[in-house]
C-alpha cells in the first residue's frame, strides 16, 4: 500500500532539532522524500505498523505533529503534482 507521512516537528530548541533528523531519518528508511516534510512510501501492513511505531517513538507529541494517509492505488491516477516532482517509482526499472 502507498501512504504519504506529512509531519512539523517543533523545532524552537536542538531536541527539536534532533527530533526532526529522527523523523526523517526513520522516513526515509520506508519512503522517499517528495517535499521538505513529506514522504510517500510503499509499505506492507507490518512494515507502516513498524513505521508508525518508530515516528511516535521520535515525536513529542504536545508540540509536534505527524499524519499518515493512505493513497487510493492506482497512485498515478489519483496523485496531481504540479512543479518540481521528484518522485521515483521504484517497481519500475531504474535506467542510469
Known sequence: MDVLVCY????????????????????????QRVQKSVFECSVNDMQLEKMRARLLDCI????????????????EQHVETYGLDTYVDLEKPLVL
Open 8 to 31: 512539523d516537528v517543533a523545532t524552537d530548541d536542538a531536541p527539536g532539532r534532533r527530533r526532526l533528523r529522527r523523523v526523517a531519518n526513520v522516513c526515509v528508511s520506508f519512503g
Open 60 to 75: 513529542e507529541q504536545k508540540t509536534d505533529s505527524l499524519r499518515i494517509y493512505r493513497l487510493i492505488e492506482p497512485r
